[in-house]
């Protein structure tokens, strides 16, 4: 499966954003999506995943609240909708996709088996 996220921008602090990863090659049924960022000088963290097989969802608690994965298998992609944006959410997101069956405790970046290219969210204070 190939994955491109799109939608990232520059917002003001306590603004949204909403970033997409289309996927093709395979529908995303078949995975378990998830988002990903990386801010300078920090390792990757998780973000998000959703299982669209069952809708299963997760969050990380610093997201919790403010930001929503779902999925639109007609149009094979994964969405985030990101609301009341802080600074510390200033980072590349990368949408990441595994085969593996996995609930969101399991859902880590190393486990990942395919990444897109990042879009860079920034968030000005």
């Known amino acids: 499966v190939q994955l491109q996220a799109s939608g990232g921008g520059l917002v003001q602090a306590g603004g949204s954003l909403t970033l997409s990863c289309a996927a093709s090659?395979?529908?995303?049924?078949?995975?378990?999506m998830g988002w990903f960022r990386q801010a300078p000088g920090k390792e990757r963290e998780r973000v998000s995943c959703?299982?669209?097989?069952?809708?299963?969802?997760g969050y990380a608690p610093s997201v919790q609240g403010r930001f929503t994965i779902s999925s639109d298998d007609a149009k094979n992609t994964v969405y985030l909708q990101m609301n009341n944006l802080k600074s510390e959410d200033t980072a590349v997101y990368y949408c990441?996709?595994?085969?593996?069956?996995?609930?969101?405790?399991?859902?880590?970046?190393?486990?990942?088996?395919?990444w897109g290219k990042g879009t860079q969210v920034t968030v000005s204070s």
């Open positions: 990441a996709a595994t085969e593996r069956v996995v609930a969101w405790p399991g859902c880590m970046h190393f486990g990942m088996d395919y």
């Open positions: 959703i299982s669209s097989s069952d809708g299963g969802t």
């Open positions: 090659g395979r529908t995303i049924s078949n995975y378990v």
